[in-house]
């Protein structure tokens, strides 16, 4: 078997590592290699985005979810969760703020929360896009029928990030419920790339029983997927889920992914996510010098951002918007990086920097 450092590669150059070189990928790698496949993502980023980072305006409209993920903090049966709904008006106040501020993507995140009808997330839809006709919409609300899908796209949605969680069936069923289907996930997927949205999957590294076959598996579902986006983030604990005794996810190995998947499938938009700036204070940077190019500050109104606490710790719930962008370009251009004023739609033009 060839060198991890042979994989990393044939994995530039060829795109395509088979499961078992994957496997060994994951399992025999090194700080070193780990560096010098973030080397190699980071240049391979700079060749298709330069030093531009995009940012996305996140607006956690509501934490009301009828899902009971074992891992999530905002989960049906925890209790202790203080549970809100914004409204259409107070959503479209965040992006009045976020468009100031420079954002051109605003992103509309919740749990599964019946309550705010399909019909009205059409309708806040449509407002975003007569108000700001130059941003993008991107929506993360789960899992959906297909025609819902379909209206949300008419009313002009652009991009949708619904993480596929585990590639892995097993997998999936140890981190949800009997009711929650991973084959249902997977149609939804299928669904919102057939509806022509730039479509986002991704996964939690260490999330409790993910072994590196199931990572392997996450690595060949990306390539036959060939999602526009990617989120990946490390596990962490909320101390009011079955999980709260679970080990956190590796903050190296999720750098290593983010490189992996810069290498492997080269003009994703990938988010320095920002359950990696909880992990480490400057987990952000890391993942952009690792070939990140995307992050997603927070717009939500202060008085519920507390309230949507999907882990333990997370980062940003007490900084204002505007403090929290200053801060993020502050820390990009010490990098040597630029947060650019732009929808960052998904640059597919062939990448040919080799
Ligand atoms: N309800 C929508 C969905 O299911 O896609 C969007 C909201 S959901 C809370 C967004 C993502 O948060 C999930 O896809 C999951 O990967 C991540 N997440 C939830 N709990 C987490 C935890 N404890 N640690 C890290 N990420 C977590």
Not at 291 to 311: F, H, T
């Amino acid at each position: 078997m060839a060198s991890v450092r042979e994989l990393i590669d044939k994995l530039e150059k060829n795109r395509h590592l088979d499961r078992e070189e994957w496997q060994e990928v994951l399992t025999g790698y090194t700080e070193d290699d780990r560096r010098y496949a973030a080397d190699k993502a980071r240049a391979v980023s700079l060749g298709i985005y330069g030093n531009k980072v995009f940012i996305r305006g996140i607006v956690e409209f509501s934490n009301i979810c009828k899902n009971d993920c074992y891992y999530c903090g905002i989960r049906r049966s925890n209790s202790e969760a203080q549970r809100y709904r914004l409204t259409a008006d107070e959503i479209l106040e965040c992006c009045e703020e976020g468009y100031g501020l420079g954002f051109r993507t605003f992103v509309l995140q919740s749990g599964e929360d019946r309550g705010f009808s399909t019909q009205l997330l059409c309708e806040t839809v449509r407002r975003i896009k007569a108000e700001y006709p130059d941003c993008a919409v991107t929506l993360s609300v789960g899992e959906l029928e297909t025609d819902e899908y379909r209206a949300l796209r008419a009313a002009g949605a652009d991009r949708y990030l619904l993480r596929h969680e585990t590639a892995d069936k097993a997998h999936y069923g140890k981190l949800h419920p009997v009711e929650m289907s991973w084959d249902n996930r997977m149609r939804c997927l299928g669904d919102l790339k057939k509806l022509g949205y730039q479509t986002g999957a991704g996964i939690m590294v260490g999330s409790p029983y993910q072994t590196a076959e199931c990572i392997a598996e996450d690595m060949l579902f990306f390539e036959r997927f060939r999602p526009e986006m990617i989120g990946i983030g490390p596990f962490l604990p909320h101390k009011d889920t079955p999980f709260r005794d679970r080990e956190k996810g590796s903050y190296e190995l999720t750098l290593f992914l983010l490189s992996l998947c810069r290498l492997l499938l080269p003009n994703v938009l990938l988010p320095a996510t920002t359950a990696l700036g909880t992990i480490r204070p400057d987990g952000r940077e890391q993942g952009i010098l690792s070939g990140a190019n995307v992050i997603m500050p927070n717009l939500s109104p202060e008085a519920v951002r507390r309230k949507y606490m999907l882990y333990d710790n997370k980062v940003g719930t007490d900084t204002e918007a505007k403090k929290s962008v200053d801060e993020i370009r502050k820390r990009m251009a010490a990098i040597g990086y630029e947060v650019v004023v732009t929808r960052g739609d998904y640059n597919d033009k062939a990448c040919d920097i080799r």
